[in-house]
Nanobody, 116 residues
């Protein structure tokens, strides 16, 4: 089992920036991928970005060029740097990890609100 603790998030004006962090603990040696999903009110949870242990990344088309995912394997922490934020980025952002047998653990969620 893996425990995830998210930090960051909050209220920001359009065009602003935020950084989310997610620290993993527990059975971290089994983790092969980490990333973020978001869920806007009334919508399904969608992938924002993911990164493998080897550093390969994947982004949703809507955030390419604006968001950057990175990870620190020594700290087993994944980060999501969000720049040029738009009101449509407003959602709860959930960190996740996936292990070698496909099991997924989720963080508690972090609210990101982009509004003037």
């Amino acid at each position: 089992q893996v425990q995830l603790v998210e930090s960051g998030g909050g209220l920001v004006q359009p065009g602003g920036s935020l950084r989310l962090s997610c620290a993993a603990s527990g059975s971290i040696n089994s983790i092969i991928a980490m990333g973020w999903y978001y869920q806007a009110p009334g919508k399904q949870r969608e992938l924002v970005a993911a990164i493998t242990r080897a550093g390969r990344t994947n982004y949703a088309d809507s955030v390419k060029g604006r968001f950057t995912i990175s990870r620190d394997n020594s700290k087993m922490t994944v980060y999501l740097q969000m720049n040029s934020l738009k009101p449509e980025d407003t959602a709860v952002y959930y960190c996740y990890v996936r292990n070698h047998i496909g099991a997924v653990n989720w963080g508690q969620g972090a609210q990101v609100t982009v509004s003037s």
